[in-house]
């Protein structure tokens, strides 16, 4: 049962254009939800978090949408860049046991052409 | 700061062969992950540590172990390597202050059970 899914295994998107990725998530329980950047033989790398208690946080070329009621959550990069070429993954964080969780998704594979 | 090690990079295991794989953080996070990552899949939680002394299982604990006797180390044990194991299996560590749950990831080791 996958609880936080992204739909889009990849994407290509022309330099200087806007890339949108997606993410569905299912449990309730989830407060807190984030996005990370990997690139290959390389460990993910934070990018961007948003709080449940917000719908839009902005962080330079970097946004991050969430609607709440749709359980839906998205990442907005303007302008997109070649070096933003990489697998990027939502993760949704829940309280599980004695520590915060997170639960990510499958990666969505970004390709910014020059 | 380092942040998060790992070691080795890579690895090869036969069958019913043990290893383990090294972590290590120096940011002084209380939290500490393993996870594995399989090819077109998102991470998966192994284990977890909330500070020295204290595990729990995650996930897809089944095949492993672990321990966390300082703050900074969180190895991660394979007693008998199957190749169901073969994946890319990365460390991660966070704070353990609300609203900052975002987790800091090692470049990962990729093991190979043949």
């Known amino acids: 049962d996958q609880q936080v899914k992204q739909n889009s295994p990849s994407l290509s998107v022309q330099e200087g254009r806007i890339s949108i990725l997606n993410c569905d998530y299912t449990?309730?329980?989830?407060?807190?939800f984030l996005w990370y950047k990997k690139y290959p033989a390389e460990g993910p790398t934070f990018l961007i978090s948003?709080?449940?208690?917000?719908d839009k946080n902005e962080d330079g070329r970097f946004t991050v949408f969430l609607n709440k009621s749709a359980k839906h959550l998205s990442l907005h990069i303007v302008p997109s860049q070649p070096g933003d070429s990489a697998v990027y993954f939502c993760?949704?964080?829940?309280?599980?046991?004695?520590?915060?969780?997170?639960?990510f998704g499958s990666g969505t594979q970004l390709t910014v052409l020059p | 700061n380092a942040g998060v090690t790992q070691t080795p990079k890579f690895r090869i295991l036969k069958i019913g062969q043990s290893m383990t794989l090294q972590c290590t953080q120096d940011?002084?996070?209380?939290?500490m992950y393993w996870y594995r990552q399989d090819p077109g899949m998102g991470l998966k939680l192994i284990y977890y540590?909330?500070?020295?002394?204290?595990?729990d299982k995650g996930e897809v604990p089944n095949g492993y172990n672990v321990s966390r006797s300082t703050t900074e180390d969180f190895p991660l044990r394979l007693e008998l390597a199957a190749p169901s194991q073969t994946s890319v299996y990365f460390c991660?560590?966070?704070?353990?202050?609300?609203?900052?749950?975002?987790?800091?990831f090692g470049p990962g080791t990729r093991l190979t059970v043949t």
């Open positions: 991660a560590s966070s704070y353990s202050i609300a609203g900052h749950y975002e987790q800091y």
């Open positions: 449990n309730s329980m989830f407060d807190y």
């Open positions: 948003i709080s449940s208690i917000k």
């Open positions: 993760a949704a964080s829940a309280t599980r046991g004695s520590a915060r969780q997170l639960t």
């Open positions: 940011m002084n996070h209380n939290y």
């Open positions: 540590s909330v500070g020295a002394g204290i595990t």
